[in-house]
């Protein structure tokens, strides 16, 4: 007896002290957040969305990337929660959004990127706020590109937010041009049945549907339906976490237009996007019964 109590003492040391690592940093985060936006630490990684009919770069997503000093790179999915707390967030989509948008101008000029657009992640709560609009457009005109070259990808309680605020707000962006797509699509909150009221352009299919696809009669149904409905709602649909030809193969009998994942590209900086997303990319639609 006197040993279970031990070790149930134990134990509660240990999670006390997982929880007091985990608030610590946490903590430390947020304060080397602060420096590293004040020092421009915050970089930007693009992965292509590629048009699976024509092979095309159809997109690049920027992903904010934060490399510490110490620490090393920091996990977008780590960093990004702690940014939305710490009221950090507009301050990280400033940086990436700027930065990228000047990417996205000398990419442009390339040949294999002459039509591609760039797609910015946004939370659901940002795109509602109504002071959004006005200073992405006042930052897309001082780029140099156009709103039509933007898509902006929601993520979050879609569905959760004030449902006229946030129409309102998609509309004054589309009405500029830019697109806006629902970001992992299938995840969290969803109600089919407002997806429609909502004047969408395109919606992603999340990670975690297409992951199951190769072996997963459940999840390849899931994936088929979801096709289905983006078509039938006149909806592009994007298929997100394509690592292996065979997912490919499988989205786009479905009827899957877009495709992004580590088979085409991961992440990568502008300079490496320049001289190698094209080469992976043919490779990998040659290697489909697409081409
Ligand atoms: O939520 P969103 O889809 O924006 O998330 C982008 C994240 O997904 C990035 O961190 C990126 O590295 C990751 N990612 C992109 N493509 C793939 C893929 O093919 N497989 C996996 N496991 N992760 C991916
Ligand atoms: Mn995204």
């Given at each position: 007896m006197y040993e279970a109590k031990n070790a149930g003492g134990n134990r509660f040391a240990l999670h006390d002290r997982k929880l007091s690592e985990g608030l610590h940093r946490r903590i430390l985060l947020e304060r080397k957040l602060v420096h590293a936006l004040a020092d421009d630490k915050i970089s930007v990684a693009y992965q292509p969305i590629v048009d699976l009919n024509d092979g095309g770069v159809h997109a690049v997503e920027a992903l904010a990337c934060w490399h510490d000093d110490e620490l090393g790179p920091i996990p977008a999915d780590e960093f990004i929660p702690i940014a939305e707390a710490a009221g950090l967030i507009s301050a990280v989509s400033v940086s990436a959004f700027q930065q990228s948008m000047r990417g996205l101008c000398q990419l442009r000029q390339e040949p294999g990127y002459l039509d591609t657009r760039l797609s910015l992640n946004l939370s659901v709560r940002q795109l509602a706020n109504e002071a959004l609009a006005p200073g992405l457009i006042k930052m897309i005109h001082e780029a140099g590109i156009l709103p039509e070259h933007i898509e902006f990808e929601a993520t979050g309680g879609f569905f959760q937010t004030d449902e006229d605020t946030l129409i309102d707000q998609i509309r004054?962006?589309?009405?500029?041009?830019?697109?806006?797509?629902?970001?992992?699509?299938?995840?969290?909150?969803?109600?089919?049945?407002?997806?429609?009221?909502?004047?969408?352009?395109?919606?992603?299919?999340?990670?975690?549907?297409?992951?199951?696809?190769?072996?997963?009669?459940?999840?390849?149904?899931?994936?088929?339906?979801?096709?289905?409905?983006?078509?039938?709602?006149?909806?592009?649909?994007?298929?997100?976490?394509?690592?292996?030809?065979?997912?490919?193969?499988?989205?786009?009998?479905?009827?899957?237009?877009?495709?992004?994942?580590?088979?085409?590209?991961?992440?990568?900086?502008?300079?490496?996007?320049?001289?190698?997303?094209?080469?992976?990319?043919?490779?990998?639609?040659?290697?489909?019964?697409?081409?």
């Open positions: 004054k962006l589309r009405d500029t041009g830019a697109r806006i797509s629902v970001d992992d699509f299938g995840t969290g909150y969803s109600s089919l049945s407002r997806l429609k009221k909502y004047p969408l352009d395109a919606l992603k299919i999340d990670r975690s549907f297409v992951s199951g696809i190769d072996h997963d009669e459940a999840q390849r149904r899931l994936c088929a339906v979801i096709v289905e409905l983006g078509n039938a709602l006149n909806i592009l649909v994007v298929g997100e976490g394509i690592e292996i030809n065979i997912k490919l193969n499988i989205l786009s009998d479905y009827g899957c237009s877009f495709g992004q994942g580590y088979l085409f590209s991961r992440p990568l900086p502008l300079s490496d996007l320049l001289n190698q997303g094209q080469l992976n990319i043919a490779k990998a639609l040659r290697r489909t019964h697409l081409h």
